[in-house]
């Protein structure tokens, strides 16, 4: 490989303020990381609690996103 050409990172830290932020962020580039051979770990700041129907597990709804896009937070 070229000394010019870019390098895939081989970890990962996604961060994310909210709920979705991650996966509706940058999800289809963190896809394409993975599928590459990177290693992606995410972090959401937040329960988000706020503003949401409470009959919505919206963490679980995110952990399930992410893993369908190839994030393993175990």
Not at 30 to 44: M, P
């Amino acid at each position: 490989m070229d000394d010019t050409m870019v390098k895939t990172p081989q970890f990962i830290l996604a961060v994310g303020a909210h709920l979705d932020d991650i996966e509706l962020g940058c999800g289809g580039s963190l896809a394409k990381l993975i599928e590459e051979g990177s290693h992606v770990t995410a972090l959401v700041l937040s329960q988000g609690r706020r503003g949401a129907d409470s009959r919505m597990n919206r963490p679980e709804e995110t952990r399930q996103a992410l893993e369908r896009l190839g994030v393993d937070n175990s």
